[in-house]
């Protein structure tokens, strides 16, 4: 025991870590050497090394970035991509409520993007997220 008290709310099934505590530990705790890279969590959707600097991986300047966000309380534009991610996935529908923090998302598209976005069949959406994405994986390749 590290005489650390441990906030109330800590047993709230809906906090999402703002009580001090780190939204995640994953990054802290361990990370997955697989095929394609490293990821910082099992939900992980890109690599932020290649499996051959695993020894380099853990104090990577991509990881201290997502440990950084995490112990501030907020998400990491990695974490905001990988979307298997159950905690992304309650703050999704936390934010879709109003509930949510709006300072971890950039703000929202106009309601003119949405509506012409959804005449295009999406696909300028498909295109956007494309590109973020692989901006994303430069980023932290």
Known sequence: MTGR?????????????????PLCREPWESFYILR???????HGN??????????????????????DHLVRGKFSPYCLFSLSCP????????KKEGK????????PRSRFLRILNRLLFRIPGKIYRAL????MRRKYS
């Open 5 to 21: 008290s441990v906030p109330a709310s800590i047993d709230d099934p809906e906090d999402l870590g703002f009580s001090g505590l």
């Open 46 to 67: 890109f690599a932020i090394a290649p499996i051959t600097d695993w020894k380099k991986a853990w104090n990577s300047p991509a990881l201290k970035e997502i440990r």
């Open 100 to 107: 949510g923090d709006e300072s971890v998302f950039p703000p």
């Open 132 to 135: 973020q994405d692989r901006r």
């Open 36 to 42: 394609r890279g490293i990821l910082p969590c099992c």
């Open 87 to 94: 905690l992304v996935q309650r703050h999704l529908r936390q």
